[in-house]
């Protein structure tokens, strides 16, 4: 979700420049963003309530929300907010991605392969192929209930498994 997010920067920007949103709405977004990608939540999740604060009803706010929440573990509030988004925006190919690998984190996993067969149709619509071939990936080869893709909470657990000697 976090590589969706940092490329969707550039969507953010786009609408600075077409009068959608301010520079200051843009520059909590994008501060969130930076934050999430480098695994600092707290600080990711206050500069994006910020960002909805600015401006509640665009749908970005909550795609960037729900990133954070899922790459934190804190999938009930990240389902929330990739839910708003799609409420503001039904077509809205990310944020139905992001909710498909917060639901498989979540360990339900026929809501998450719907998910993400909504978001392979989306993007194929839009023609982003490379987009859809990594939803159709996810479908394919799932990813682990619970297991998150966090590369600092996986060197932990796998630092933890090798503390206890690979032993639980």
Request: net charge negative.
């Given at each position: ?41 707290p600080?990711?999740i ?26 934190s ?45 909504k ?22 080869t ?27």
């Open positions: 979700i976090c590589k969706i997010a940092k490329k969707n920067n550039l969507k953010i920007i786009e609408d600075v420049n077409a009068g959608k949103i301010t520079r200051e709405h843009a520059q909590y977004l994008c501060k969130g963003i930076y934050y999430t990608v480098r695994e600092q939540f600080p990711a206050n500069e994006l309530q910020t960002a909805e604060r600015l401006d509640p009803g665009y749908k970005w706010n909550y795609f960037c929300l729900g990133t954070a929440y899922s790459a573990r804190r999938f009930e509030a990240a389902i929330e907010n990739f839910q708003k988004a799609i409420m503001f925006d039904a077509d809205f190919a990310e944020a139905y991605a992001g909710l498909g690998i917060t639901l498989t984190f979540s360990g339900l996993i026929p809501e998450a392969e719907e998910n993400f067969k978001a392979e149709a989306l993007f194929l619509e839009r023609g982003e192929v490379q987009s859809a071939h990594f939803v159709s990936r996810m479908l394919q799932g990813i682990e209930p619970a297991a998150g893709y966090s590369e600092k909470a996986a060197s932990e657990e796998v630092a933890a498994e090798n503390a206890s000697g690979g032993e639980e």
